[in-house]
């Protein structure tokens, strides 16, 4: 309110310096959130003579109701509660709606929240207090800087103990040296002056105490902590003990020395302890350094988690038994050995050298107990025990066993078996050798922290109290189902408007997506890609209607419900011509070339053999006669009926026709004809008024014929009627040799 008289004063005062000025007083201001003020418009210019002024707030016009005229120049306004952290105030004279004057109203916040302590430099040291700190929070739109002073007020009077430009404060000239101390913090800027309430804070209540002093002991089965918070103060101590994100409360009621005994520990491993106090309502100290300790080993928190996996029968009814146990953590100092225990119905004890972690024995069919004894220096540290059931017997089993992958777990649900049950154990393992197995009493497990990609074998046990049930087997589960395999594409066989695509595919993984179909992507550098799916059973496509001698771009993609893989691209170039029709014409023309030849070599030989058969020369033939009584005028009877004549020694077609024109149709009428009958009567041989015979020699009677070369010659014939005609005659010739001898002449 003072800021509100100081405007006020001196707008009354400077009335009469302003009659001929309009405008808005004061020039600037700054209110506290939700206070009031009163702010003034002189509109004393000839251009709002009449004095009728309205105001408007970030322009929207504000009731006239909270505006007085209190002359002809000067009107208030009255701004009550105001909560604007910004505001445009504007004056305005009615008649001409010009703009007289403005300004801007900031707003500002008191200071609330004030805290002030003391504490140490370090936080390691003790005794007087060292530093006093005060705290607060403020709220401002002012443009220009707010300086901040802490006072302390004591009897009366003001001391300023340290100044800032930021809402804290510490000194360690001015430390307050008493029980309490009074302090006032204020703020100003160049508009305004503020400061808070006085606040009176106590020592023991707003004194930040030193570190700790900390000190752990490791025992066999616990730690025990202890510290020292504040020497030489009777005075109750709430403190904090924190190990591995655990926080305990402790209350020490004897001269700041506390303890505390941290039992719920693991055996052989790391743990990191620090511990910080406080008064009673004071802030805490700092965390003292932590102290990190390693663990023994518990013997009561030891557990082996002992199991088996039991293979099958051998040809010598032995059972091979892989016992298996958590091992020992490798940060447990001490010598540790195994030694297993394997107790038979017939109460026979056989012991088997054993690792860290398994141990391989060999057992009958029969019930068997294996105990496990675990040695820490030769003394007994912890013994455990695992049932082998009989080999062959019907055992209660876990039914519908169901595996379900997701996120790379792998989900394992199951049915109970009949009867009770103390729970169940789940193994797997991914390559028989390393196993993994936990219990658990609900009827399904989650299998996680899995090898991505691998399948594995999941066995589900039931427990019996002491013995076990029979196992149940889900195989091959993989924990997660990838990509197919890669796909090689080996052959492109391209002609002139399709091509086939050969591929293989490669790589297959066990875990890899079951292939449903392929995708044949193929296409040119100025064509869209086009694309054909193939079933899964087939690795080739025919890829039709292309364009002939042009580049293609192909890739093959194998899909599955997973996903699919593509390979990279293949190009091919198309053919300008079918290929085909350029095999079809080589090889024909191949065929026609090979008959041409052989065409000619058949004739040429033929023809050779033609040259080279000789021809009998008729100069060196002489004629035989037939001999025998009576058969003169047989011959020329036969000649002039036209029956063959032949000789003893003579073959069919070697005989000698005469062809006579008188004839009937039903006599052979060629030389081919008479030379195919099979009985023939003989024909005389017509002899010449010189005793010569004069014969035809035809060269289309027989192939035999030795006389094809020599012309034919006509004689004269004469018939029962006298009459003259031409008769053909056909000779056949015996040539002997010049020393063999003749019966003929």
């Given amino acids: 309110m003072l800021k509100i008289i100081f405007v006020e004063s001196v707008v009354v005062n400077d009335i009469g310096q302003q009659e001929s000025s309009c405008g808005v007083e004061p020039p600037n201001l700054s209110l506290l959130w939700g206070s009031d003020a009163d702010v003034f418009c002189i509109h004393s210019c000839p251009d709002c003579a009449q004095g009728n002024v309205y105001w408007t707030l970030n322009k929207g016009r504000l009731d006239d109701s909270s505006s007085t005229t209190i002359n002809s120049t000067h009107t208030r306004l009255a701004l009550r509660n105001f909560t604007h952290h910004v505001a445009n105030l504007q004056c305005h004279c009615a008649q001409t709606r010009q703009v007289l004057g403005g300004l801007i109203i900031r707003d500002y916040t008191k200071l609330d929240n004030v805290r002030c302590m003391w504490h140490y430099k370090n936080g390691n040291s003790g005794g007087v207090p060292e530093l006093f700190t005060c705290t607060w929070t403020y709220h401002s739109h002012s443009l220009g800087v707010v300086y901040y002073s802490v006072l302390s007020r004591e009897s009366g009077s003001e001391v300023e103990l340290c100044r800032s430009e930021v809402t804290s404060c510490t000194t360690s000239q001015n430390v307050p040296d008493g029980s309490t101390a009074r302090v006032i913090v204020k703020a100003q800027a160049a508009e305004w002056v503020i400061q808070s309430e006085p606040q009176e804070f106590s020592l023991f209540q707003n004194l930040r105490m030193m570190r700790p002093r900390l000190r752990v002991t490791v025992f066999s089965a616990h730690l025990l902590a202890e510290w020292l918070a504040f020497p030489a103060l009777d005075i109750p101590v709430c403190c904090q003990v924190k190990h591995n994100q655990v926080i305990r409360n402790v209350t020490l009621t004897e001269v700041g020395q506390g303890e505390l005994g941290i039992a719920e520990v693991d055996s052989c491993r790391y743990y990191t302890v620090s511990v910080r106090c406080a008064f009673s309502e004071a802030p805490w100290s700092d965390w003292s350094n932590g102290v990190t300790v390693l663990t023994r080993i518990n013997r009561k928190k030891v557990n082996l988690h002992l199991w088996r996996e039991i293979g099958a029968p051998g040809r010598d009814g032995l059972r091979d038994v892989r016992v298996m146990w958590k091992p020992i953590p490798s940060a447990c100092r001490g010598t540790f050995t195994f030694a297993l225990n394997q107790t038979s119905a017939n109460e026979t004890d056989l012991e088997g050298a054993c690792g860290n972690s398994t141990c391989e024995v060999r057992v009958d069919q029969n019930q068997q107990t294996l105990r496990l004894s675990v040695f820490d220096s030769a003394a007994l540290l912890v013994e455990e025990s695992v049932h082998v059931p009989v080999s062959g017997r019907s055992a209660p089993r876990v039914s519908d066993l169901q595996t379900r992958t997701e996120d790379g777990s792998i989900l394992v649900s199951w049915r109970p078996p009949p009867g009770p049950v103390t729970g169940y154990m789940v193994d797997w393992t991914h390559d028989g050798l390393q196993y993994h197995w936990s219990r658990t009493s609900s009827l399904n497990f989650t299998l996680r922290d899995l090898l991505d990609l691998k399948p594995y074998n999941i066995t589900v046990t039931p427990l019996l109290g002491d013995e076990t049930g029979g196992a149940s087997s889900a195989q091959r589960v993989c924990s997660r189902i990838g990509d197919p395999g890669s796909v090689s594409i080996y052959d492109v066989q ?20 079951v292939i449903d179909s392929y995708s044949v992507y193929y296409r040119t550098d100025t064509e869209p890609e086009l694309n054909v799916t193939v079933h899964h059973t087939k690795q080739q496509v025919v890829l039709k209607h292309l364009t002939p001698d042009t580049q293609y771009r192909v890739q093959v993609k194998a899909n599955s419900l997973a996903g699919s893989r593509e390979i990279r691209e293949m190009s091919f170039t198309t053919k300008r011509f079918d290929p085909r029709i350029i095999r079809v014409l080589s090889i024909s023309g191949i065929v026609a070339f090979i008959l041409i030849l052989a065409v000619g070599l058949i004739c040429a030989v033929q023809w050779r053999n033609f040259q080279e058969k000789a021809v009998p020369d008729p100069r060196l033939s002489s004629l035989a006669l037939w001999s025998g009584p009576g058969r003169e005028d047989k ?58 015979s004069s014969t035809l020699l035809s060269t289309e009677s027989c192939s035999s014929n030795p006389y094809r070369s020599q012309n034919s010659v006509e004689i004269p014939v004469f018939k029962s009627k006298g009459k003259q005609s031409s008769v053909t005659t056909y000779v056949t010739l015996d040539i002997f040799e010049e020393d063999e001898p003749r019966d003929r002449k």
Avoid: M
């Avoid at 391209?494 to 997506?513: F, K, M, N, P, Y």
């Fill in 494 to 513: 391209a002609r002139d408007t399709s091509a086939i695509v050969r591929w293989t595919l490669r790589s297959q993984e066990a875990c890899s997506g």
């Fill in 635 to 692: 011959r020329r009877q036969d000649f002039f009926t036209g029956q063959p004549f032949h000789t003893p020694s003579e073959s069919v077609c070697e005989r000698v026709y005469t062809e006579t024109p008188w004839l009937d149709d039903s006599q052979p009428t060629s030389a081919t004809d008479l030379c195919d009958q099979t009985s023939t009567a003989e024909k005389p041989l017509l002899q010449s008024s010189s005793g010569e």
